[in-house]
């Protein structure tokens, strides 16, 4: 319940109102909602980390587990088809594209956020510029 509290309160409102990314020089719509999920995700550690732990045995979980995900898919699957239109991402495969950095940006943001004490010491900016980069240049090449 808390947990899917969350996904409903806090994180569908907030995806009804992400526009697309304007262009290939659009760094601000993916730094705007890079810095929504780090800011969201990291408030919200202790939920995460119990939803994805509890979700490897327990299907209620997992389907929380699922709608947090599915979401944040949602929105790089309708950025890859974006840069599509734009002529860019031609080869990529949205749903396929969407997986990898949803994975990507919960993983990197579970061991960074989630990991007291870890080795791997990045600044909440430089981890918001690290996941944006990377989502911007894997749809547009630069």
């Not at 944006?132 to 630069?142: A, E």
Request: net charge neutral; aromatic share 10%.
């Amino acid at each position: 319940p808390l947990a899917r509290s969350c996904l409903h309160d806090i994180v569908e409102p907030s995806g009804t109102r992400v526009r697309l990314p304007d262009s290939p020089e659009d760094t601000e719509y993916f730094t705007t909602v890079v810095t929504g999920y780090w800011n969201l995700f990291k408030q919200n550690i202790g939920i995460m980390i119990a939803v994805a732990q509890l979700g490897a045995t327990q299907p209620r979980f997992a389907k929380v587990q699922h709608e947090f995900r599915r979401f944040g898919m949602d929105m790089v699957a309708g950025s890859v088809r974006r840069a599509r239109q734009q002529g860019y991402a031609q080869d990529l495969a949205d749903e396929h594209i969407a997986a990898a950095i949803a994975l990507l940006f919960e993983n990197f943001t579970v061991v960074v956020v989630g990991s007291p004490g870890s080795e791997l010491q990045i600044s909440d900016q430089d981890a918001i510029k690290t996941l944006s980069t990377i989502w911007k240049r894997t749809l547009y090449g630069f």
